[in-house]
């Protein structure tokens, strides 16, 4: 029998991330304490009236039968219920919204419904992985767009569509972005979606990162604009809003033929979530929200301390204005090593794991991820041991104290 690669297999690369998860793993089985910065892993307990409506429901046996692929009605009306007292948009909670298990089951069902072999497809980078991978997996061409800023992102995707043959069918948007941490506004949603409405092309917007914010302005969903619902849909997902990220519920909501898309494959692939997971999530959504804003100011606090420890200890951390991470340009001294080889020195020389940039597409190298899931205290001990690693390599003199 041939050795050879499975089709779909071979057209997906090594895993970068995976690398410095190996060296972590040997670094911990010797006894090494590793600060692990690497996975975007909210590591706060979920709140206590959500696990209370959980231990409820799943006392009553009927629950424990199969559920539905689309999710529950109620737990669809919370959603559409979310989308209209934070962004005022009304969903017909039958038509226009669809549960998942959480927002990456979401994007590449949704890749596998709608995409035909050969399909080009506008992914930013650096970008989440699956925005780029679910298509690739599917059977697209992928053409990734740079995406530092914003605006770089907004004249690639003219380009594209000026060269690319044949011509892209859809574009994949993430603000707040992960990994950057950018955030955008409605004009910046108004031009992307007049630019889709005149090309023909859908969107499929990943707002997984709603809540998480550290400025006045919370960010919006691209649902807000008009018109957007004839070419958009949207994911969203309660991991990280309510750290429930184990509990793995999701959310796609907006274009109809998207949404019905996405729950015609999801019916021949799975039958949804647990019940008693969907209802407690139902509670969420339709419960106090005081949890979500505290969940904020904790990843504000982290963010804080951060930033300011690590430019004491001469890394200088740009401070993101949302998420659960900092998107950080490699130290001066270290540009050549490029991201996946300063991620690996950090975890030997450090004891500190990262995600590196390249891991997340071309245009991430130069950078880390760092993400927000240590407390205050391994924050700054991450600090310490940094500063230490560039003592001894002479890049920075002596601390006159320890990195508070």
């Given at each position: 029998?041939?050795?050879?690669e ?29 600060i ?24 009553n ?38 549960v ?11 890749a596998?419904?709608i ?54 069918t ?32 859908y ?5 997984a990162?709603s809540?998480?914010?550290f ?20 994911f ?39 019940t ?45 204005p ?8 490699l ?11 300063f ?24 950078y ?37």
């Amino acid at each position: 029998m041939s050795q050879e690669e499975f089709h779909r297999i071979k057209r997906l690369p090594p895993y970068v991330f995976e690398q410095v998860n190996k060296l972590k793993a040997r670094a911990r089985a010797h006894g090494e304490d590793i600060i692990d910065f690497g996975m975007g892993n909210p590591d706060m307990p979920t709140p206590d009236h959500i696990v209370a409506k959980l231990h409820e429901t799943v006392a009553n046996p009927r629950t424990h039968r199969y559920s539905t692929s689309q999710g529950i009605a109620g737990l669809r009306r919370a959603q559409a219920y979310y989308y209209e007292r934070r962004f005022g948009v009304s969903l017909d909670p039958e038509e226009e919204v669809i549960v998942t298990l959480g927002s990456k089951e979401g994007l590449a069902n949704l890749a596998q419904a709608i995409t035909a072999p050969g399909d080009v497809i506008l992914v930013p980078s650096p970008a989440y992985p699956i925005h780029a991978f679910g298509f690739i997996i599917a059977g697209a061409s992928v053409r990734q767009v740079p995406a530092k800023t914003p605006e770089q992102f907004l004249e690639g995707v003219r380009q594209a569509m000026l060269y690319s043959v044949p011509a892209p069918t859809m574009m994949v948007i993430n603000y707040p972005s992960n990994p950057t941490a950018q955030v955008v506004d409605l004009d910046f949603y108004r031009e992307i979606v007049d630019f889709a409405r005149a090309n023909n092309i859908y969107i499929l917007s990943d707002l997984a990162y709603s809540e998480i914010y550290f400025e006045d302005t919370p960010p919006p969903s691209i649902l807000q604009v008009e018109g957007a619902r004839d070419v958009a849909v949207e994911f969203t997902t309660m991991s990280k809003t309510y750290s429930m990220p184990g509990w793995r519920i999701g959310f796609a909501v907006g274009n109809r033929r998207l949404v019905s898309a996405l729950r015609r494959i999801k019916s021949y692939l799975d039958y949804g979530a647990f019940t008693p997971i969907q209802v407690a999530a139902a509670a969420a959504l339709n419960g106090p929200q005081d949890c979500v804003a505290e969940v904020r100011g904790i990843y504000h606090g982290r963010r804080d301390v951060l930033v300011d420890a690590m430019g004491r200890a001469g890394w200088d951390i740009p401070p993101p204005p949302a998420t659960m991470f900092a998107w950080a340009p490699l130290p001066e001294p270290f540009k050549e090593l490029g991201s996946l080889e300063f991620s690996k020195l950090l975890i030997d020389e450090a004891g500190v794991a990262v995600a590196p940039g390249i891991g997340f597409g071309e245009h991430g190298e130069g950078y880390v991820r760092i993400g927000l899931v240590e407390n205050e205290q391994r924050i700054r001990q991450a600090a310490r041991n940094i500063r230490r690693m560039f003592e001894r390599r002479g890049l920075v003199g002596p601390a006159e104290g320890e990195v508070a």
